[in-house]
Antibody, heavy 116, light 107 residues
Framework: EVQLVESGGDLVQPGGSLRLSCAAS????????MDWVRQAPGKGLEWVGR??????????KYAASVKGRFIISRDDSKNSLFLQMNSLKTEDTAVYYCAKVPFDYWGQGTLVTVSS | DIQMTQSPSAMSASVGDRVTITCRAS??????LIWFQQKPGKVPQRLIYDASSLLSGVPSRFSGSGSGTEFTLTISSLQPEDFATYYC?????????FGQGTKLEIK
């Protein structure tokens, strides 16, 4: 059974940093691309970014709203996906989901609140 | 960047109604479109991929059509479990983008 479990969400002050993790099981983690998607409270879905697989040099893509502040990485040896979030803004407040491409499996999400 | 404009943003309908939701892309995305359903407190679930291909296990009352810049999701006969929010996602080019969502409520 495929499982994706996010962790690391917390309350953080504007300008702060946070690292989210997504633990994967039930599939060969090293194969697919992996994405992060977020959803602000009561709002719609926003694609955050992607990390490709080893065959594609682990290259990354980002939404304009997070480019230069967020970094997506993965550790295939630990079946884990990461989202390093820096220079956080209040508008980054959201539930963050990891998703296996092609969006067939999602984690349950972890809440990040950016507030003073 | 490609913008996805979804309409309507909300609608109310009755069980048995036929419902159509539209997504328009700001540029040609071919058929690189996925439709999702999200129920309150739940994660999104894929319904349709490649604009018109129904995923296994999704009821046949759901259908998708379109190519290029205009796409539709149709529910032929609404069932109680279909009341949810629906999103389109373009994956033709980066950065990917979702439509704003359509909240389907019971009339």
């Amino acid at each position: 059974e495929v499982q994706l479990v996010e962790s690391g969400g917390d309350l953080v002050q504007p300008g702060g940093s946070l690292r989210l993790s997504c633990a994967a099981s039930g599939f060969t983690f090293s194969d697919p691309y992996m994405d992060w998607v977020r959803q602000a409270p009561g709002k719609g879905l926003e694609w955050v970014g992607r990390v490709r697989n080893k065959a594609n040099s682990y290259t990354t893509k980002y939404a304009a709203s997070v480019k230069g502040r967020f970094i997506i990485s993965r550790d295939d040896s630990k079946n884990s996906l990461f989202l390093q979030m820096n220079s956080l803004k209040t508008e980054d407040t959201a539930v963050y989901y990891c998703a296996k491409v092609p969006f067939d499996y999602w984690g349950q999400g972890t809440l990040v609140t950016v507030s003073s | 960047d490609i913008q996805m404009t979804q309409s309507p943003s909300a609608m109310s309908a009755s069980v048995g109604d036929r419902v159509t939701i539209t997504c328009r892309a700001s540029q040609d995305i071919s058929n690189s479109l996925i439709w999702f359903q999200q129920k309150p407190g739940k994660v999104p679930q894929r319904l349709i991929y490649d604009a018109s291909s129904l995923l296994s296990g999704v009821p046949s009352r759901f259908s998708g059509s379109g190519s290029g810049t205009e796409f539709t999701l149709t529910i032929s006969s609404l069932q109680p479990e279909d009341f949810a929010t629906y999103y389109c996602l373009q994956h033709k080019s980066y950065p990917y983008s979702f439509g704003q969502g359509t909240k389907l409520e019971i009339k």
